[in-house]
């Protein structure tokens, strides 16, 4: 492998891209922090975001180099030496992916992957598993015999179940019920309303055309307590969505002997909702998705 070359992975989501720069050894060097990379929302501002990282990264990187040789000043990292792989959402679409391969970018080379496959590479280490993704979205993915198996990750609303974003839908559909009289208001209705600051149903309804998928995670805190308290309907729904991954997860792993991997903000919470047969499974991530893009990355280098 080319010495002057280095790593650089990069776990790129719909808020922000967290960048880390390694040596051709796997030492980290340096990181960074920058804006959002869905490719299939806003492919310029991916590249944008991903630039502004790689720069930080490498410029931290700079950093310690030249305080651990202050004798003899070390070479700047340039980002011509940086071969760089980016693990992106919105990368699981293909024509997404395929436009932003022609990227006539400024690094050695690019290699781009969706943001839960590096996730997956990472958590199991390069080593055939499976990870479910269940944050304010959710998506799962096998990687097995050197490829790839999605399920879900279809977006809010049409897919994502179990996500925070529909679990907050849930609960104001559910509010919406209880303001017509057809069910009982309840504790999960009021802490709802309290939440949007109106039990009025067109207010709720207006809201609601501006909201984005955070904007109904959001309500997920509110519901935790109650889900604690054995309120029936927050029971009743995170039951429907504790049984959808469930179903996932025997999917993903079949008849196969690795093991799966929960990430993202409610996976404890989704963890007890699993049969005895998937919690056995179940370990914790070996790597991040950043160093999960890294290793899939070197992958590709050392086999050309």
Request: charged share 15%; net charge negative.
């Amino acid at each position: 492998m080319n010495s002057d070359l280095y790593f650089i992975g990069i776990d790129g989501g719909g808020t922000k891209c967290k960048v880390i720069l390694q040596d051709k050894n796997g030492t980290q060097l340096g990181e960074g922090i920058s804006g959002p990379a869905n490719i299939m929302r806003d492919a310029d501002l991916a590249k944008t975001s991903i630039l502004d990282g790689v720069v930080k990264a490498i410029e931290s990187a700079n950093t310690l180099l030249a305080s651990q040789n202050s004798e003899t000043p070390a070479t700047p990292i340039t980002l011509s030496q940086c071969v760089v792989a980016a693990g992106l959402a919105g990368a699981n679409i293909s024509t997404a992916k395929a436009g932003f391969e022609t990227w006539a970018h400024p690094f050695h080379s690019l290699h781009i992957l969706s943001d839960l496959h590096a996730a997956c590479v990472g958590a199991h280490n390069g080593k055939p598993g499976a990870v479910i993704i269940v944050g304010t979205g959710s998506a799962g993915a096998v990687y097995a015999n050197g490829k790839f198996t999605d399920l879900g990750g279809h977006g809010f609303p049409i897919g994502d179940f179990s996500s925070g974003a529909w679990l907050g839908l849930k609960a104001i559909q559910h509010t919406l019920l209880c303001i017509d009289n057809i069910r009982s208001l309840d504790d999960l209705a009021k802490k709802v309303c309290a939440e949007l600051g109106t039990s009025n149903a067109d207010e709720i309804v207006a809201k609601c055309a501006w909201f984005s998928t955070h904007h109904y995670a959001n309500l997920v805190p509110c519901m935790l307590p109650l889900l604690s308290e054995g309120d029936p309907q927050v029971v009743r729904i995170f039951n429907e969505g504790g049984e959808y991954l469930e179903s996932m997860a025997q999917r993903l792993l079949g008849d196969n002997t690795y093991n799966l991997a929960l990430i993202g903000g409610l996976s404890n919470v989704y963890v007890p909702y699993f049969s005895e047969k998937i919690r056995t499974r179940l370990q914790a991530c070996e790597l991040s998705p950043e160093q999960g893009a890294i290793k899939y990355a070197k992958a590709i280098y050392d086999g050309q």
